[in-house]
């Protein structure tokens, strides 16, 4: 089956930068992106590029090339899925929040809406992809509600889980390290894989196309964030040891990470993970653990999430202990809240935590970050119900200018690792700070030398004192 036309099921930060990336790639094919957020779908439309709803380095000139010619942004979804040879869900798979599974499994309402509404609008044929990251055996649940539509059309369903990374989407989905297609062992199965793989054909070597069944491709997905965590966790585990014993975390990494066995990515040491997959995808595979009665599974898996969690509240407690064991009032100021650099998403950012654990010490927190917006940021903190709205307001500010954030602050923490950070000023921030003046380098960035001789007093995450 040759693909003309392809409609995408959510406009966010896999979906649209996904689908950009498959128009411009394939000029042949209309790619249209629905969404029932219209102000989200408004912004992907915006002239100005810069106000695109999801910041990726490299993203304005891929769509820039793309919209309008075969790449096309809409709330008119079912006409969409009505018009288009292929289906990519890609909306959102958020942990419950009620119910039965709350707190772990995957909310797949989202998910069933979509499979819900493909059905009641397909009058032909078509190909559904799970782009979103599902529980493995999810497929079959879309198939059944596809199935039993009774107007005789058929879908093949596919699994196609997405490895980008934020911050580097546009690089990852141009290059991957593999694509990988799960669909049926049945000849009409098979044609709809080979559909799926001549797209991704066009700019992705043959031999990095995978294909597979549908349940080993969507447990892939979930396994593959599941060992990606835990070596994050594993790397700040160790980076207590590390601070108690005098050790270097990053001397550790470098030394383990040149065994070709381990490998070098992946062993950043930091404040804690974040993210909107990382902890999702883990409390789910423990869910689905749990459900099928492997515990000793679960609990090996949870273990990951308990590290990151203990390496958030390590950072905050550090800077209570530091500060004379009382924050009450002292201006602390944060540079970074998003969950990593060259990203607008402060999904689950480790920024969060430590912010709410200072907050219950009645800190006053200014926080700067060069993209993460200041409603997001009241957002992220009104989300956790912790205090009220006014509270969190009163107690944390949001600053435009890095140096102007700093002025009488009592102490510095660097959330995340953007660049621009090491470029400042130090001398210009530490004249304008409380003495003494600390720094707490939560991501390892900044060059301590010589901050200790401005006069600066550093903590950096796994360097113990010598
Ligand atoms: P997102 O929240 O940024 O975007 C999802 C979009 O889907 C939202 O704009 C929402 O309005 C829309 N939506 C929800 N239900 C809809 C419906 N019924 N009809 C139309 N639109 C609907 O989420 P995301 O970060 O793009 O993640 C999407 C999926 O991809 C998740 O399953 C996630 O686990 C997976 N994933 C995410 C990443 C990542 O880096 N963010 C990477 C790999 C995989
Ligand atoms: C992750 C996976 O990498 C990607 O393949 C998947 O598709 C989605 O989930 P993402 O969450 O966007 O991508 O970013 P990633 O680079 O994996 O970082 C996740 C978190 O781990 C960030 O908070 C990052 O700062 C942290 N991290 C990563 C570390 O602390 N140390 C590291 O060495 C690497």
Redesign the pocket.
């Known amino acids: 089956m040759k693909i003309k036309s392809i409609c995408c ?7 649209g930068p996904t689908m950009a990336v498959i128009a411009q790639k394939c000029p042949h094919i209309k790619v249209t992106v ?4 219209a102000s ?1 779908v408004a912004s992907w439309n915006a002239k100005d590029l810069t106000q695109l709803p999801v910041f990726e380095p490299g993203l304005d000139e891929v769509v820039k090339e793309a919209r309008g010619r075969n790449l096309f942004f809409s709330t008119a ?1 079912e006409q969409a899925i009505d018009q288009a040879d292929m289906i990519f869900i ?4 958020p942990t419950k929040t009620y119910g039965k599974g709350k707190g772990m499994a995957a909310d797949l309402k ?1 998910i069933e ?2 499979a819900r ?1 493909i059905a009641k609008v397909a009058k032909q044929d078509k190909i559904v992809v799970e ?4 529980p493995v055996r999810t497929a079959e649940a879309i198939k059944n509600i596809l199935n039993n539509t009774g107007n005789g059309v058929q879908f093949q369903i596919l699994s196609n ?6 911050g580097t ?1 546009v690089q990852d989905l141009l290059n991957p390290d593999r694509v990988l297609i799960g669909g049926d062992t049945t000849k009409e199965g098979q044609g709809a894989i080979q559909a799926l793989v001549d797209i991704y054909a066009h700019w992705v070597p043959q031999d990095r196309i995978l294909t597979t069944n549908v349940w080993s491709s969507e447990l892939s ?1 979930l396994t593959a964030n599941a060992f990606l965590a835990q070596r994050v966790s594993s790397i700040n585990a160790m980076s207590a040891i590390c601070e108690q014993s005098g050790a270097d975390v990053n001397e550790v990494a470098k030394a383990i990470g040149m065994d070709s066995r381990i490998g070098s990515k992946f062993l950043k040491t930091s404040v804690g993970f974040g ?3 990382f902890q ?2 883990i409390l789910n595979l423990v869910y689905i653990a749990k459900s099928y009665g492997l515990n000793e599974v679960a609990d090996y898996w949870e273990q990951v999430i308990l590290i990151n969690e203990h390496q958030k509240n390590r950072f905050s407690d550090k800077i209570v202990s530091t500060l004379y064991n009382t924050v009450s009032g002292k201006k602390i100021t944060f540079l970074g809240w998003a969950f990593k650099k060259d990203t607008n ?1 402060s999904r689950e950012s480790a920024a969060i935590k430590v912010a709410d654990n200072l907050l219950n010490e009645l800190a006053h927190l200014t926080v700067y970050d060069p993209k993460v917006t200041e409603e997001r940021i009241y957002g992220d903190l009104e989300y956790l119900n912790s205090r009220s709205e006014e509270e969190n307001r009163e107690l944390l500010t949001v600053g435009k200018d890095p140096y102007e954030a700093c002025k009488d602050a009592h102490a510095i923490a660097v959330l995340t690792e953007w660049d621009e950070f090491t470029t400042y000023d130090w001398e210009q921030i530490y004249e304008s700070m409380n003495k003494p003046a600390f720094v707490f380098d939560g991501r390892g960035i900044l060059d301590t030398e010589s901050l200790e001789a401005i006069g600066f007093t550093c903590y950096t995450i796994g360097k113990g004192s010598k």
């Open positions: 099921i959510g406009a966010g930060y896999v979906g629905v969404d029932v957020n989200r979804i890609s909306v959102n798979t989202y809406l979509c509404q782009k979103s990251t599902l889980p997405e490895f980008l990374a934020e989407a997905k993210g909107s997959c999702k995808d998403d």
